[in-house]
């Protein structure tokens, strides 16, 4: 049985600063059952993760309860539970950034895929394979209370949406827009969107765009150019300096701002002298290949009561396309989703009436029946979509199981012997470079020029698959240059001697030599040297244990 690496309340105080303090990579944590086995596949875990996350383990008893009261609430593991604290965790020490997987609930996979998505990176199963693919299709519908969507892809194939890969703060419902493209990561019968980092240089100063109320109070209002981007409005930014901002703007208005650059680069936007016919900024796409999570066309919740028969839409509705028949399962969630959002804004109408003047009371008792009316269809809705929704259970039960058959022949195939021939070894590093380089990374890491020198091939013999993998991945980050950002690599450059004043190992021809850590903490820890000729071609030179410092 594997012995916990933190395992007195000593130990814990030195992991809590380490968790609450900057990091270059994620920190794993997987604790302990009362038995002192593991839920979680720790070997598993340091070699996948080799290189990009460190993995620790806690004793559950008197280690994790020190630790409980080091770190903010929800954030503690014990009793078998494990997750992944991001690099950045102190500055922002939410337990929503750092999911708690619990034993028989959540696996390997799903530690490996928290730590990837911690780096900006995909997991490995993100990498083309058997039944993973990048997919591109048209959002169709919302269902199980817009955290998935249906989306039909190019192929006519219809598939379910998950936030998997998108932070707790853009939501689904959010990023995807009905009857708009989207593109990602396809696993089986699951499509996962990628997530878009905010960029707000598009926004020049004096730009016009729109933004999403979110919070209204009678002096201020929040909008959001981006769920992750609030910005705070005042009376006079809205127009409103002898009235309430409540009576301007209502929590689930899409307005139009004009954007004010101040200096340093931040933002401030202003909705009382925005131009109604300048021209406009698209707002933002939350995904890749998704469409901008904003459009001006979406109705104000308060000209709900218009139509008696049409309820006015939520976030997303009525983009141009055909609506969706009442039995199609995606049409109906987004129906309900809607109709809870009129329901809101019409109960705050109700409410806000309340203290109205008796010249109001038919208003109110227009909004009133308005109100019945709404819950009523509600009801009904709701009713019809609870059938739909035990059907797609059933179909998600058996995407489920064909998606564990697919992912275990997958991780069988990458397990296969990987064979030890310049050509193998080659077809090796191709891959690993597809599988830990995301597609935004490439050109920053390409993969250059390089050859195998001599003795490279010789020097793999007697290496395990496991050390094999490893060698391979040290290989690409010396190809790629990225050991010099990677602490545990070790990089340096090989000397003469042992001293620290010996010269540096130059060959003939310019070529200078590099020493890489491929093990870290293991008996005759092996390393990588390599050549790095003039021109920056790699030469891989050989594999060796610690102590052979010869070139």
């Known amino acids: 049985?594997?012995?916990?690496?933190?395992?007195?309340?000593?130990?814990?105080?030195?992991?809590?600063?380490?968790?609450?303090?900057?990091?270059?990579?994620?920190?794993?944590?997987?604790?302990?059952?009362?038995?002192?086995?593991?839920?979680?596949?720790?070997?598993?875990?340091?070699?996948?993760?080799?290189?990009?996350?460190?993995?620790?383990?806690?004793?559950?008893?008197?280690?994790?309860?020190?630790?409980?009261?080091?770190?903010?609430?929800?954030?503690?593991?014990?009793?078998?539970?494990?997750?992944?604290?991001?690099?950045?965790?102190?500055?922002?020490?939410?337990?929503?950034?750092?999911?708690?997987?619990?034993?028989?609930?959540?696996?390997?996979?799903?530690?490996?895929?928290?730590?990837?998505?911690?780096?900006?990176?995909?997991?490995?199963?993100?990498?083309?394979?058997?039944?993973?693919?990048?997919?591109r299709g048209i959002v169709q519908g919302f269902v199980a209370d817009g955290t998935r969507a249906i989306v039909r892809l190019d192929d006519g194939t219809a598939v379910t949406a998950t936030a998997t890969l998108l932070p707790p703060d853009v939501p689904l419902i959010a990023a995807l827009v009905v009857g708009e493209p989207v593109s990602g990561v396809l696993e089986g019968g699951e499509l996962h969107p990628e997530p878009l980092v905010p960029d707000l240089d598009v926004f020049t100063d004096g730009a016009h765009t729109l933004a999403l109320v979110v919070k209204v109070t009678e002096l201020r209002a929040t909008v959001q150019l981006h769920p992750r981007l609030p910005v705070v409005l005042r009376r006079r930014d809205v127009g409103a300096e002898d009235r309430p901002v409540s009576d301007l703007l209502a929590v689930g208005d899409v307005v139009r701002v004009r954007v004010h650059r101040k200096p340093g680069g931040e933002i401030a936007l202003s909705v009382a002298d925005a131009d109604p016919e300048a021209p406009l900024v698209p707002p933002l796409a939350l995904v890749a290949g998704g469409a901008p999570w904003l459009s001006e066309d979406r109705p104000r919740p308060s000209d709900s009561g218009t139509d008696a028969e049409q309820p006015a839409s939520a976030a997303h509705r009525d983009r141009g396309a055909e609506p969706a028949t009442r039995h199609d399962v995606a049409a109906l969630a987004h129906e309900v989703a809607a109709l809870r959002s009129d329901l809101l804004a019409l109960t705050n109408l109700v409410a806000r009436s309340n203290g109205s003047n008796a010249s109001n009371s038919g208003a109110e008792s227009q909004l009133r029946a308005e109100n019945e009316r709404l819950r009523a269809h509600l009801a009904q809705e709701k009713a019809e979509r609870a059938g739909a929704e035990a059907r797609l259970a059933e179909l998600s039960e058996d995407r489920r199981?064909?998606?564990?058959?697919?992912?275990?022949?997958?991780?069988?195939?990458?397990?296969?012997?990987?064979?030890?021939?310049?050509?193998?070894?080659?077809?090796?590093?191709e891959r690993t470079w597809g599988i830990r380089t995301a597609p935004g990374e490439r050109t920053r890491w390409p993969l250059r020029e390089y050859s195998l020198g001599p003795g490279f091939i010789d020097s793999l013999a007697g290496l395990d698959e496991t050390q094999l993998s490893k060698a391979v991945r040290a290989c690409v980050d010396a190809i790629t240059g990225r050991d010099r950002e990677i602490p545990a690599r070790e990089l340096h450059r090989l000397r003469t001697g042992e001293g620290g004043d010996d010269a540096y190992v130059v060959r003939a021809d310019g070529g200078r030599c590099w020493r890489s850590s491929i093990e870290q903490n293991a008996p005759g820890a092996r390393r990588l040297h390599y050549w790095e000729l003039p021109g920056g071609v790699i030469e891989l030179s050989r594999v060796v244990h610690h102590d052979d410092t010869r070139p």
Do not use: C
Not at 22 to 41: C, I, K, M, N, Q
């Open 1 to 135: 049985m594997t012995h916990a690496d933190v395992t007195t309340p000593a130990d814990a105080d030195a992991l809590a600063a380490r968790i609450l303090q900057p990091r270059e990579r994620p920190l794993v944590l997987v604790s302990t059952d009362h038995d002192g086995g593991y839920a979680f596949d720790v070997d598993r875990l340091r070699a996948e993760l080799d290189g990009i996350a460190d993995v620790i383990t806690l004793a559950t008893g008197t280690a994790s309860k020190r630790l409980e009261s080091l770190v903010p609430p929800k954030t503690q593991v014990f009793n078998g539970a494990a997750r992944s604290y991001p690099p950045d965790f102190g500055a922002n020490p939410n337990w929503t950034r750092s999911h708690l997987r619990f034993p028989g609930q959540a696996g390997t996979d799903d530690l490996i895929h928290d730590a990837m998505a911690q780096t900006g990176r995909r997991t490995v199963e993100s990498a083309p394979g058997p039944g993973i693919r990048r997919a």
């Open 401 to 429: 199981e064909t998606g564990r058959a697919l992912r275990d022949a997958r991780r069988a195939a990458e397990r296969a012997h990987v064979d030890p021939t310049p050509e193998g070894i080659r077809l090796e590093i």
